[in-house]
């Protein structure tokens, strides 16, 4: 699904009305009975609803849906703010249906506004401005959001939290946003809705399809995309009657050190969970026996080191190669890192503390391949490209490493984000805040290892592997709950979520 941007937004209500023979107010209705709906599903008649609505487009659907509102007998009322004295064509126009119908709960706010009191029990409906905010909200708006946000009710907001940019809010003045409860949005979602620090205005939010020209958003050029699962289903191979571990690939894993064999055990686990044909774990003296314990179906290749990964290895043998989970930071590590992935040919994946080595030696970012996969955290990536104040900062930057590296970064979190070389942006849906535990990275490792090694590309591993990987994060919260799910319990729920993925349920 593509992510559009404000201005694209408004392109797209204008190429609709020219194209597919619906007047502009026409489609402001269906954009109202939408809302509406959503409405009436959540709240009951008992519910008084306190509508502000601002002069433009944005408050002509919060006017259009008042008046519906109205008309299945809920108690409403309307603050209209029109400073300057002048609404845009169709707010007008519902300024006079809600009038014609009866209405006269209406206040058209010029200069003085005296708030009404706002109880626990109203919904507010916040329809101040949407995508045509062109400047962060200042003076009396500014004064009627603190208020909103100040009143114990539930808010509704209206294609976005009025305030509150579509995508880059760095210069923004967080205190003038409204913090929705609800985000009713039209037709597809913001970008700023996928950051972390805007859930504090977004809250909970749900796309309202108004029948926006399907043309205009197949032809729209954007960076942004979330993944569908129709996007994922449609990369698996099918494998052959006669295919053997041949077919599937060698997986070498180099992972682990003293106290952190765990690291290399769940990326071992989710590798052969994820379909390669052999893996080999190269790991320190000290973890073997665990690991041959643990994974008996992975291979171990002792390290010359008793503790640590100190030695590069032969990679002739491989078709996909990861290194970081639990490496540890020993500067022997680190060298023997850079020295691995100097002319590594076979597709690489790098994670943790082989993320964590570039922190400290920054000089030898060129020695990463090209293509290559790299899977920082927030932290990770910061200790590369430098402390970042907000998300599209921080997406910002990786785009910029992804596009110098010309390699493939995703960037993990809630709505972890593939970033490919030439700056496009997956955004991940599946997965949940019970995945947020130790390991759960060096799960994503092995998993995105399987698929190397079988072949699939470095984008379509990195997007399928996301993919699968939230999947089973959410059937195993399903199965234990978010608070005592575990990175193990992930791997265990790997096998249902394949299935489910491969449609062979
Ligand atoms: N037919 C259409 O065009 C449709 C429009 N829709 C709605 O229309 C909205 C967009 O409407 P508009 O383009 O009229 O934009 P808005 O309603 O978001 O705001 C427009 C007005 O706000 C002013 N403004 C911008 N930033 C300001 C600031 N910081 N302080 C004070 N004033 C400011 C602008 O000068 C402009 O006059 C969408 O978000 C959506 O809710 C939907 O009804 C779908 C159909
Ligand atoms: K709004």
């Known amino acids: 699904m593509k992510i559009l941007s404000c201005t694209q937004q408004k392109e797209a209500d204008t190429y609709t009305i020219a194209h597919e023979s619906i007047s502009s107010i026409d489609l402001m209705e269906k954009a109202a009975t939408l809302i509406t709906e959503a409405i009436c599903k959540r709240w009951d008649k008992s519910h008084r609803i306190v509508v502000f609505a601002g002069a433009g487009n944005n408050g002509g659907d919060a006017v259009a849906v008042a ?25 007008h126009t519902n300024v006079l249906r809600l009038a014609e119908c009866g209405f006269q709960k209406y206040t058209e706010v010029s200069t003085q506004f005296d708030p009404p009191k706002l109880t626990e029990h109203d919904i507010v409906i916040d329809g101040l401005f949407g995508s045509g905010l062109n400047k962060p909200l200042s003076g009396g708006f500014a004064a009627v959001v603190k208020y909103i946000n100040a009143a114990p009710s539930t808010v509704v907001s209206i294609d976005i939290p009025s305030g509150l940019m579509g995508e880059d809010n760095s210069y923004n003045i967080r205190q003038n946003i409204i913090q929705a409860d609800l985000t009713l949005s039209i037709q597809l979602p913001k970008l700023s809705f996928l950051f972390a620090e805007n859930e504090e205005f977004v809250g909970e939010w749900e796309l309202l399809d108004i029948g926006i020209s399907q043309t205009f958003i197949e032809e729209a050029q954007t960076p942004y995309l979330i993944t569908e699962p129709q996007d994922v289903t449609t990369l698996i191979k099918p494998r052959s009657r ?47 026996n665990l690991i041959q314990t643990c994974v008996p179906e992975a291979l171990v290749q002792d390290d010359i080191h008793e503790h640590y990964f100190a030695e590069p290895v032969d990679i002739d043998s491989y078709q996909a190669i990861a290194i970081g989970p639990g490496l540890g930071q020993e500067e022997d590590t680190a060298l023997a890192t850079l020295e691995q992935i100097k002319n590594c040919y076979i597709p690489l994946i790098l994670d ?26 927030v932290k990770e990536l910061e200790r590369i490209v430098g402390r970042c104040s907000n998300s599209y900062e921080r997406l910002s930057k990786a785009k910029e490493l992804a596009n110098y590296l010309q390699c493939y970064i995703i960037l993990k979190g809630a709505w972890s984000t593939v970033i490919t070389p030439d700056g496009n942006c997956f955004f991940n849906p599946t997965g949940n805040p019970g995945m947020a535990t130790g390991g759960s990275g060096d799960v994503l490792t092995g998993i995105l290892t399987a698929l190397l090694a079988q072949g699939y590309t470095q984008e379509e591993s990195c997007k399928l592997g996301t993919y699968i990987h939230g999947l089973a994060g959410d059937i195993a919260s399903q199965r234990m709950g978010e608070i005592s799910m575990t990175a193990n319990d992930i791997i265990d729920a790997l096998p249902e979520a394949w299935k489910i993925i491969t449609k062979t349920k």
């Not at 008046?67 to 004295?85: P, S």
């Not at 003293?258 to 893996?279: D, E, F």
């Not at 082989?354 to 790299?374: D, E, Q, V, W």
């Open 67 to 91: 008046r519906m509102l109205f008309q299945k007998n809920y108690d409403v009322e309307v603050y209209l703010f029109n400073i300057k004295g002048s609404l845009s064509e169709e707010c």
């Open 242 to 288: 006669f295919a053997h571990k041949g077919n599937f690939g060698h997986a070498l894993l180099i992972a682990g050190s003293y106290g952190m064999a765990g690291a290399s055990i769940l990326a071992a686990k989710a590798c052969l969970r994820s379909g390669a044909g052999l893996l080999t774990v190269h790991a320190p003296v000290c973890n073997h």
């Open 352 to 377: 943790a503390d082989a993320l964590n080595i570039f922190g400290t030696h920054r000089n030898h970012l060129n020695k990463i391949p090209k293509r290559s996969i790299l899977t920082p955290h």
